[in-house]
Every structure is written in C-alpha cells, then in structure tokens.
C-alpha cells in the first residue's frame, strides 16, 4: 500500500469527520434510510440533495443509469417517484450497494433496481440507458499514487481519472435518444472537467445550478459536432 505523506493526509482528514462509522438511521428526502459503515452521507450533502431536486424534473423515462449510488437515494426515489420504470445503480463500494438494497427494500422498489458493485461500468453490462446520471466526487487535490478508502473515493478522483473512464465508456450505454450527465460543484475543477469531456468528444452545457455555500450544477454532454 502507498503511504499518504502528511499533506495528502491533511487533506484526507478534511473529510473523515464525514465518515459513518456504524450502521446508522438518516432522514432525507422526508423518508429514512440505512446507511451502513463508509457509506456516503447523504444527509449532511448539499450536493446530494440538489441532485435529486434537478433529476426529478426530467421526463418521465425507461431505464436509468447511476453510477456512484452511495445508500441509493437517487434510484430509489427514481423507481419510487415514478421517473424511470427501471434503473440500474452501480458503487465501488460494496457497503453502499448493500445500503442501497436494503433502501430498496424498505420502500418497495426492489423488483425495478439492479445494483451493483462496480467501478464506473466496470460490471454494467451493455445494455441502453436513456439517461446515464453521475453525482461525481469533484476533488483533485491528492497524488495518484495515493490508495484511497472508499470513504475517501465519494470525495477525491485522483488525476480525473474515474472522470475520463465514464466519457470514453459511456456511448455504449447510452440509448439513440439517451442523455449523459454529471452532478458537480465548484470545489471540482470545471476546466478540467469540460477538456476531458471534449477529448472524449462531448460538449458540456451546465443545464442547472444552485448556490449553497459553493455552487453546485447539473452538466449535460452531447456530441461534439465538427465544423462543416
């Protein structure tokens, strides 16, 4: 394992006083929900709930994609709300696959969901999406060398690493009609986001936005077009 030198564990620590500890009863979204050990914190995330405000007003559609599920919240209330008849979920983390099952269960949406453990698509298969949808960790600040925990990985994307995987993999999950898009905020690095998304081939369009102590918005890619 690579030792993290004092300052990447400086900035580490900026984030443990967010980790779950033990399996733990939240309210969000006026419904509770379980999160087990190392599960992101939905509750205490302005980005979390911002991103269920701005999906919920979409169209009515099929199949759903998330990648990075955490306890679930988005796909249960996507099947529950009526949003999508079906969706597929996936995390890094097996706790927050696990949280998300027991979620779906809780409130009845277990038959429309497919969770899985899987890092971006790694166990996805190659079925269409109508919308593929991505709450991303936006934090550059830690070396690549750096082993992260799962706790750590619902913050840090070392190098954009996962960042750049979702754009050149995400055609083929998307249906002819299907949509690709990314929850992310300003402590992220948007240029950064935007470059790697046009070396995939995609424009980025912020389509949603609310401030909330750092911004936080809703990004849409579509095909790049040439000029004629």
Known sequence: MVQKSEEVSGKLAEVESWRVQEATEISFLGLDWILLPDVYPVQRSSASLFAWEVLQELEPMDNFLEIGIGPGNNVVMAAKSGLCRRAT????????????????????????????????FDSVDE?????????????????????LSNHER?????????????????????????RLMIGFCSRGNYELLTRTAAEAGFASEVIAKRPAGHEHWLVEFTELVSPA
Do not use: C, M
């Open 127 to 147: 079925e269409k999406f109508d919308l593929v949808f991505w709450n991303s960790p936006p934090v550059l600040e830690v070396n690549e060398t750096v082993d």
């Open 89 to 120: 979920g996936t995390d890094i983390n097996p706790n927050a696959v696990e949280s998300a099952r027991l979620n779906a269960e809780r409130h009845g949406v277990a038959d429309s969901l497919n969770l899985l453990v899987s890092d971006v």
């Open 154 to 178: 619902s913050f840090f994307d070392p190098g954009y690493e996962a960042h750049i995987r979702y754009f050149t993999q995400a055609r083929r999950y998307l249906a002819e009609s299907g």
